[in-house]
């Protein structure tokens, strides 16, 4: 009887909080739904077109966003923590390493942005006659480079997990890594630099996001000695920073 | 117009089998960060996690509502969003003519910066990423940092950057200059930003791009440098990105600063009375 009780509150709880979400997330996307609606009445004067279909693909935003958040509040965040506190408990250092140079490769590589943003770049190469215009040539260069990518993602984890272990400050490394991007713009080909630079931003998932992140600071949390603010976050950053490099690197040995 | 039509004609049959569909490729997706969660739980830490069923609960919701937010967004808000991106710099709509001139002035595809600039915050503010790092953020802080003040930061970052690298496509500047100022800026912001800003403002610049602001972005992006007299889409349409990732590291360090001053002078208004 009593369980009853509890699994009803329990249930009552989860609604409310599911009602909260919901109200959040038609807040978060009133400025996409006001700039979309101002542009087409009143810059475009277009009719709306179908307003059912896009009333129907709002609500399925609004829901997905509302799950999305209580999913992570539940279970992303949650599984991040523990993870790196069991790690940090084990005292395996090589593990940890591991898993995160894993978690890095693995959710890049099947990212379906970098999948795009990869097979534009071959078209881009095979028209700058750096490769061969046939399917072969083109679909060995994308994936070469999405592996490319896809490593510089798991060695940025691994680089960023050593430097909140050792608590070394994010910015010497960051800022390290921006001026050697300058030296490599001036010598790799032009028609990398630009698929280079995109390659950073499209590589951070929805999902790796708050795993990475919670990773992050539930590591400098299990750390004696260590600010999770301060040497939590970061992670995100060597995981933008780095493609550039690797890319820029793999621009400038395939092309030569 | 015709092109308005071609996302208009699906009905609920549809909806449903798209939504499976959309499952199925955000389950692929996800399932290699699944087996390596799988793979260390079981091989190498060896003991079942806390709340083991409300983390699986947790991880479920997380795909049905990437799933429920993908499919929404490609009904109703990226294809409207692309064919305005696409409209906003057609030679019609610019110059009033079916055909552009030879030579455009920048200044006549104002309203491609400002839809740019304001799509670009609206879409950062809605990105699950970032909700889940300023979430997190104000967790940490103890409610020092307001995840509102951090979301509203990136997102005019992403803003500025969109608005001027839109710029930069119509007036064909490279690329390299832009980003590497950018740098250069957020070089000096960092040796005067407060320190525990630092990593959170160099992350912000990563989880601008993702699912909601990319597409749309990368839209603009080609359809700006397709039409635009002299662009070439291979050389100039990538980089919008690479702006919208820049951007928001000075925003945050910024706010971050402007928050710093504020509170000196506000001690030392306190001190002198």
Not at chain 1, 65 to 76: I, K, N, Q, S
Not at chain 1, 139 to 148: E, H, K, N, V
Not at chain 2, 85 to 106: D, I
């Amino acid at each position: 009887m009593k369980g009853n009780v509890d699994y009803f509150n329990h249930l009552i709880q989860h609604l409310e909080a599911f009602a909260l979400h919901i109200v959040g997330a038609c807040r978060d996307l009133m400025p996409i739904i006001m700039v979309i609606l101002i542009f087409q009445l009143v810059v475009l004067r277009q009719p709306f077109p179908d307003l059912i279909q896009v009333i129907s693909g709002l609500i399925l935003v609004i829901l997905g966003l509302a799950f999305f958040v209580l999913g992570l509040e539940l279970g992303l965040f949650p599984i991040g923590e523990a993870m790196a506190e069991a790690f940090a408990g084990k005292g395996s250092l090589f593990w940890l390493l591991c898993f995160g140079f894993g978690l890095g490769f693995s959710t890049t590589i099947a990212e379906p942005a970098l999948i795009a943003v990869t097979k534009e770049a071959a078209v881009v190469a095979a028209q700058g006659k750096f490769i061969n215009s046939d399917q072969a040539s083109m679909a060995s260069y994308a994936l070469g480079l999405r592996i490319t990518v896809a490593l510089s993602v798991g060695v940025a984890i691994v680089v960023g997990l050593i430097r909140i272990l050792k608590g070394w400050p994010v910015q010497f490394l960051i800022i390290g890594g921006y001026i050697v991007v300058m030296i490599m713009t001036f010598f790799a080909p032009k028609e990398i630099v630009g698929i280079a630079y995109d390659s950073g931003g499209v590589t951070t998932s929805t999902v790796t996001v708050p795993l990475v992140t919670a990773l992050g600071v539930g590591l400098a949390s299990a750390i004696r000695g260590r600010n999770p603010l301060v040497d939590g976050f970061g992670l995100i950053a060597f995981a933008s920073l780095l493609p550039l490099i690797f890319v820029m690197a793999y621009g400038m040995v395939m092309f030569h | 117009m015709s092109n308005l039509r071609i996302y208009a004609k699906g009905n609920e049959m549809d909806l449903l089998t798209t939504l499976f569909q959309t499952l199925a490729l955000t389950v692929k997706d996800v399932l290699p960060v699944l087996a390596l969660l799988v793979f260390f739980q079981l091989m190498i830490l060896r003991r079942p996690l806390p709340n083991w069923r409300r983390l699986t609960l947790g991880f479920i919701f997380v795909l049905i509502g990437l799933t429920l937010f993908l499919d929404g967004l490609e009904t109703a808000l990226f294809p409207i969003g692309k064919i305005m991106a696409k409209q906003l710099s057609t030679p019609q709509f610019v110059f009033g003519s079916s055909a552009a001139p030879p030579e455009a002035a920048w200044y006549r595809y104002a309203w491609v910066y400002v839809f740019g600039a304001l799509i670009g915050f609206a879409t950062t503010v809605a990105e699950p990423a970032l909700i889940a790092v300023s979430f997190k953020a104000q967790e940490v802080s103890r409610g020092s940092l307001n995840q509102w003040g951090l979301r509203l930061a990136v997102a005019t970052g992403v803003s500025l950057g969109i608005g001027i690298g839109t710029f930069r496509i119509v007036t064909g500047t490279p690329l390299y200059l832009y980003i590497i100022s950018g740098y250069l800026i957020v070089m000096i912001q960092t040796i005067l930003a407060p320190r525990e800003i630092i990593p959170l403002a160099y992350d912000s610049g990563g989880v601008t791009t993702s699912t909601v602001t990319v597409p749309l972005v990368a839209a603009l992006g080609l359809g700006l440098s397709e039409t635009v007299p002299g662009r070439d889409p291979a050389l100039d349409g990538f980089g919008l990105i690479a702006f919208a990732s820049v951007f928001p590291i000075m925003t945050v360090l910024g706010y971050a600063q402007i928050a710093q001053w504020l509170s000196q002078r506000r001690l030392k208004a306190a001190k002198e009375e």
